[in-house]
């Protein structure tokens, strides 16, 4: 495999309602801030993550472009997912050998829409859409059958609210309170915040990475596996594909300082920890996670980013990172970040 | 961001989307608009509910073979939507639910119209309500309901009562502002309300005695349910040892906050009005406090002859 590392992560300060500037321009800062970064102007590859049905037109991703520069004419690319799994593409063109640096991107406006019925329309449409099953109804089914400690579940939520307040990227939310649910047994609070936002990272490979950055984040394993979709045919209270993904990452193959998970209820957490086999004692989303800032397409690409940033940074050695898409958990990337290759 | 440059925008597909199902989920739509399940074998056995084209454990194609299930099911995990929202397919609160279709191996999501997360647990048996026009789309099961496991069974008989000649002459002695008890001759005890027969030592009781209207209150509990026979709520109703008893009388205290009420307290009847009284322990409002010291249980003769 070739050498590839994170080199230049950016996201916006997300928010929790629409602030008026459209996609192109709410990536634009991102973008712009790798690139001053790197240094960069051109990259070999382009690839980025997002969902025409949050702005309800298709092809919505084109028109992002404009935040980049496509003339003369880039070589680039677009996932219907997470900017994550956008990431994984441009890793795979990496090791293609021909081009050194790569611009991933994801980002999302899920003020415009009701984040939680556009989710319906991700379901298959014979069995799952026709029911009106809606994103939380979904996720509380997981919920009851993962059977959650209601106070291990606050617990996570209030870790990550704090954690959020303290990182100014994220929302700021209060201490969860209240005995109402939202889908019993989910609370509101265990449901991820409404969030505008994006994000942006740069991969190099081999000696264009250590150029580019000091300390360079090396990719040492990337690896996503998916599930059947339908609920009924998978065992939801355990999420097997990221165990695979995991494995096949290396995840277990040394010690985890730091793993940012793509928790989008507090009840994933436990799932996700067992998964990837990670002890009490690891540290997971001290940026707040998901449950303190969700831009939706960006957040996987974030867990990335801030899993690099660590090691960028050097307050971190070894860091995993994970992505989710689908319902329930159905698809899950996880990447092993370390300081070297 | 100026309020002015803020417009709705829909995204829709007129008159719908039109997708083909395929032979294998169209099948399973066919049989459902004729209100049957079924399933479909994989070739290493497992039944599929619904079908799927492919099996998602190996990827190889399903057979040919399908097998009818259910239509009753064992709910596996459910999650209930307290406030339903446009979209989904019951209007008042119900319980998405997993359901393992009897003879399937997976489970089917669904809705489950329970009443309320009460009568929901994992093993809870379901059986489909269908709609009346079914039309081969899932939602021809409008909902699945719990199995029949219990019924309210009304029960109502009307009878004439009479209170008998003891209580007749009890009450008797309460219309005329009295308490009227029986000593037993063998047992020297007094009971009250007034009674033909000892039930200590079946002797026939020869005597009787009035009793005073003041006593003690030897135990008490506080209501918070109403009662059409109390004033008010809370209300407590109390064992009155009167005095000159030697058995307690249930009645309801007042005048008295309910959580001053004490045993030991000493009370005393409050009388309807004379021109009021009838037949009926009603001649006696309640049971009010007198103000004297609280009296020592141990030293009365107690709760019992």
């Given at each position: 495999m070739r050498e590839v590392a994170v080199v230049a992560f950016a996201q916006t300060?997300?928010?929790?309602?629409?602030?008026?500037?459209?996609e192109p321009e709410l990536l634009l800062p991102v973008i712009d801030e790798v690139k001053r970064a790197t240094g960069?102007?051109?990259?070999g590859f382009t690839c980025s993550g997002s969902c025409d049905y949050l702005a309800g037109?298709?092809?919505?991703?084109?028109?992002?472009l404009d935040a980049v520069g496509a003339w003369p004419p880039i070589s680039e690319s677009h996932v219907e997912m997470d900017g994550a799994f956008a990431l994984y593409e441009a890793w795979v063109r990496l090791?293609?050998?021909?081009?050194d640096t790569a611009l991933v991107y994801g980002f999302g406006?899920?003020?415009?829409?009701?984040i939680r019925e556009i989710m319906t329309?991700?379901?298959?449409?014979?069995?799952?859409?026709p029911l009106g099953l809606d994103q939380v109804s979904y996720a509380a089914l997981q919920a009851s059958a993962v059977n959650a400690d209601r106070a291990a579940l606050d617990e996570i939520v209030r870790r990550s609210r704090a954690d959020g307040r303290a990182n100014p990227y994220a929302l700021d939310l209060p201490d969860p309170a209240g005995d109402e649910f939202e889908v019993e047994p989910l609370r509101p609070y265990d449901v991820a915040p409404v969030t505008d936002g994006a994000a942006a990272v740069v991969l190099a490979a081999g000696d264009r990475a250590r150029e580019l950055a000091g300390r360079p984040a090396w990719i040492t394993g990337i690896a996503h596996r998916a599930e059947p979709h339908?609920?009924?045919?998978?065992?939801?209270?355990?999420?097997v594909s990221t165990a695979e993904a995991g494995r096949a990452a290396g995840v277990g193959k040394g010690p985890v300082d730091v793993a940012e998970l793509h928790t989008q209820?507090?009840?994933?957490e436990p799932i996700l920890r067992e998964a990837l086999g990670l002890s009490g004692d690891v540290v997971v989303n001290?940026?707040?996670g998901p449950l303190a800032a969700n831009p939706v397409m960006a957040t996987g690409l974030i867990r990335i980013g801030e899993a690099a940033r660590r090691i960028l940074d050097a307050a971190a050695d070894r860091t995993v990172a994970h992505a989710t898409s689908g319902p329930c958990l159905q698809q899950n990337l996880v990447a092993v970040l370390e300081t070297s290759a | 961001m100026s309020e002015d440059l803020v417009a709705t925008h829909v995204l829709e597909f007129p008159g719908g989307y039109t997708r083909t199902t395929g032979p294998v989920i169209g099948r399973f739509l066919t049989e459902l608009r004729d209100r049957r399940l079924v399933g479909v074998r994989t070739a290493g056995g497992r039944v599929l509910v619904p079908p799927?084209?492919?099996?998602?454990?190996?990827?190889e194609p399903v057979t040919e073979e399908y097998v009818e299930v259910g239509p009753a099911g064992t709910v596996q995990a459910w999650a209930w939507v307290g406030s339903p929202r446009p979209?989904?397919?019951?209007?008042?609160p119900f319980a998405w639910a997993m359901i393992k279709l009897d003879g399937a191996d997976t489970a089917l999501v669904h809705a489950v119209d329970?009443?309320?997360?009460?009568?929901?647990?994992?093993?809870l048996r379901v059986r489909p309500r269908w709609r009346a026009a079914t039309a081969g789309?899932?939602?021809?099961?409008e909902c699945f309901l719990p199995e029949v496991a219990s019924l309210v069974a009304p029960v109502r008989a009307e009878y004439r009562v009479t209170p008998g000649r003891a209580l007749t002459r009890f009450l008797e002695g309460v219309r005329d502002g009295r308490f009227v008890g029986a000593r037993c001759a063998e047992c020297a005890a007094v009971y009250?309300?007034?009674?033909?027969?000892?039930?200590?030592?079946?002797s026939v009781v020869e005597e009787e005695v009035e009793v005073a209207d003041t006593g003690t209150v030897t135990t008490f509990a506080i209501n918070n349910l109403p009662d059409?026979?109390?004033?008010?709520?809370?209300f407590v109703s109390a064992y009155v040892l009167l005095d000159g008893a030697d058995t307690p009388m249930i009645a309801l205290i007042g005048g008295?906050?309910?959580?001053?009420?004490?045993?030991g307290m000493r009370v005393r009847a409050v009388w309807v009005p004379p021109e009021e009284?009838?037949?009926?322990?009603?001649?006696?409002?309640w049971f009010e406090p007198t103000g004297e010291p609280d009296a020592d249980l141990d030293e009365s003769s107690g709760g019992g002859a």
């Open positions: 300060v997300h928010t929790g309602h629409d602030t008026g500037l459209a960069l102007k051109r990259f037109a298709p092809f919505s991703f084109v028109s992002a090791q293609h050998g021909d081009i406006k899920s003020s415009m829409s009701d329309l991700q379901l298959d449409p014979y069995y799952l859409a339908y609920l009924g045919m998978r065992d939801l209270s355990r999420s209820f507090s009840h994933e001290p940026s707040g | 799927l084209e492919y099996d998602p454990d190996t990827g979209g989904h397919p019951l209007d008042r329970a009443g309320s997360p009460k009568a929901l647990r994992p093993g789309h899932i939602t021809d099961i009250v309300p007034y009674r033909e027969s000892c039930p200590a030592c079946g059409p026979r109390a004033p008010e709520v809370p008295v906050p309910a959580h001053e009420v004490r045993q009284r009838t037949l009926s322990m009603t001649n006696v409002k």
